[in-house]
């Protein structure tokens, strides 16, 4: 079963399902066995990285957003990690002008309805 078919949206008592924590998209996962939030939400971009291999995520593993832009959910832009290397990660992004540059630029490349309009810098 794909992590999207679990997350109950063919569930007879479905009432939408998507939940916001601040700018990262939740979606409503009631059978998730390592839910983010409020017990039944998991990140959309954790659902998208655990159908990329097929999976789920190990405990010490993290989905790093590569342009830093915790929205931007395309594949391509997700990357699994452990936490140490999370960390590292973070730590050179935040000391890289170009870096910083590429995700202001990501950030205003959406139209309208926040979808991309280009492909990653
Ligand atoms: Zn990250």
């Not at 399902?17 to 039944?40: A, E, T, V």
């Not at 971009?45 to 931007?72: P, S």
């Not at 202001?104 to 979808?115: F, H, M, Q, T, V």
Request: glycine share 6%.
């Amino acid at each position: 079963m794909k992590p999207y078919e679990r997350t109950g949206s063919k569930n007879s008592n479905w009432k939408g399902g998507i939940c916001y924590d601040r700018l990262r998209k939740g979606i409503y996962s009631p059978n998730h066995p390592n839910p983010n939030f409020n017990h039944i939400y998991v990140y959309e971009y954790v659902l998208i990285a655990e159908e990329m291999l097929g999976r789920y995520l190990k405990k010490d593993e993290i989905v790093h957003h590569r342009n830093g832009d915790v929205c931007d959910n395309r594949p391509e832009n997700l990357e699994v990690i452990t936490q140490s290397e999370h960390i590292l990660k973070h730590t050179k992004d935040l000391h890289n002008e170009k870096w910083k540059e590429n995700l202001k630029l990501n950030i205003s490349n959406r139209d309208e309805k926040g979808k991309f309009r280009g492909r990653l810098q």
